[in-house]
C-alpha cells in the first residue's frame, strides 16, 4: 500500500502563489485532511496529487514511484496513478441505474459479469444500499447518491481515494451520517483517504492527520488533538475550535525559574509551562489562548465576572462572560442555563492552556493557570 511524499511542491497561477513549497509525508492507511479557509490551497493540493493539475516547482511520489517532477520532466496521468475520485458533484450518470452507474468503471476494465455482479453487491452491502440498486440517481436523496458516488469509486480498488468537500452539499443531519459512515469505510477498505474541507469539525472528526493551510503555506500537520491542544501558532488556535479559543493580550514577565506573571488591566494570572524551556523578557507582549471548556464556573473561583449572554442548547451551554470588559467565552455541559447581569466567579481547568508571542504569533509553551 502507498506512502504519497510531497518534495517542494510549488504551484503559480501567473504572479499567484497557490502552494508555496510544501513538503508532506502522507503514510499508508492515513485519512489525512487538508483543511483551511477558501482560497488557502487545500484543493489545489490535492488536484497536484491526483494529477488533475500540474505543479509548477517540485515532486510527488507514490507508492515510492516519482508521478511527477518538474526537473525531470515526469508527470504520470491521473488514471495510472491508481486513484480515485469524490468530489461535491457526485457526477452520476442520470440515464443508468444503481448497478450500472457502481458496475460502469469495471465494465470498462473488461471484467467478466460474475465477477461485476459480485463486486457491485459487495459494495451495495458495504454502503448499505442494496434496496436501491434498480433506481435511479433521480429517484434518491442526497445522502443515497453519495453513497452510490463512493461505491463507484471504491469498485476498482484504487489504493487512494481523494474527496474534495464531498459532504457540502449535504444537510447538517445527513453530514453527520456520513462522517460516520466515511470513517468506518475507511477503516474497512484499508485505503489512503485524503480528504479536503474548510470545516474544522469534519476534519477533527475523520482525521488521524491534519495539514492546516494559510495562504498557500503549511501551519500545522499533526493529529487532530495535538492541532486542538498544541496549535503551531495564532492562526491555527482561532481556525480550529468552536467556540473560538479565546485569545487575551498580556504582558509577562519570567520569575520563580520557568514560571511567567502575566497580566493585563482585568487579570493577574501565573502560568506554569508543562511543556518544553523557554525565556520570556520582561514586559513582553504574549496572546493567552484559552479554549472555552478550559474555563469553569465555580463558587471559589479566582476571578469574577457577570454573565454577558448564554447560548443553552441542551447538551451544553456557551457562556459569555464579562470581566471588567474582557470577554471570556466559556462552555457549560448539561442543560444549565444563567441570567443575564448574574454575578459568577470562574477559574481554569486545564493544562492544555497557551502562550503566544504577539510579534511572531508563535506558540511559546502550553501550561496550566495559576
Known sequence: MPQIILKNITKRFGSAVAVDNLNLVIDDREFLTLLGPSGCGKTTTLRMIAGLETPTEGDIYIDDVCVFSAERGIDISPDKRNVGFLFQNYALWPHMTVYKNIAFGLENMKWDKERIHARVYELLEMLRIEEYHDRYPAELSGGQQQRVAIARTLATGPKILFMDE????????????????????????????????????????????????????????????????????????????????????????????????????????????????????????????????????????????????????????????????????????????????????????????????????????????M
Open 166 to 369: 464531498p459532504l457540502s452539499n449535504l444537510d447538517a443531519k445527513l453530514r453527520m451520517e456520513m462522517r460516520t459512515e466515511l470513517k468506518r469505510l475507511h477503516a474497512e477498505t484499508d485505503s489512503t483517504f485524503v480528504y479536503v474541507t474548510h470545516d474544522q469539525l469534519e476534519a477533527m472528526t475523520l482525521s488521524t492527520n491534519i495539514c492546516l493551510l494559510r495562504n498557500g503555506l503549511l501551519q500545522q500537520y499533526a493529529p487532530p488533538l495535538e492541532v486542538y491542544h498544541t496549535p503551531s501558532n495564532v492562526f491555527v488556535a482561532d481556525f480550529v475550535g468552536s467556540p473560538n479559543i479565546n485569545m487575551i493580550e498580556v504582558s509577562g514577565e519570567s520569575v520563580n525559574l520557568d514560571e511567567v506573571k502575566l497580566s493585563n488591566e482585568q487579570v493577574r494570572m501565573l502560568f506554569v509551562p508543562t511543556s518544553s524551556s523557554f525565556s520570556i523578557t520582561k514586559g513582553q507582549k504574549l496572546f493567552l489562548g484559552i479554549r472555552p471548556e478550559c474555563i469553569a464556573i465555580t463558587e471559589e473561583g479566582p476571578l469574577s465576572g457577570e454573565i454577558y449572554s448564554t447560548l443553552p442548547s441542551g447538551m451544553e451551554t456557551i457562556v459569555k462572560i464579562d470581566v471588567d470588559g474582557l470577554l471570556l467565552t466559556c462552555v457549560v455541559f448539561g442543560g444549565v442555563d444563567f441570567a443575564m447581569g448574574e454575578q459568577v466567579n470562574i477559574s481554569f481547568t486545564s493544562e492544555h492552556i497557551v502562550l503566544f508571542d504577539q510579534a511572531t504569533e508563535r506558540n511559546i509553551a502550553t501550561g496550566k493557570l
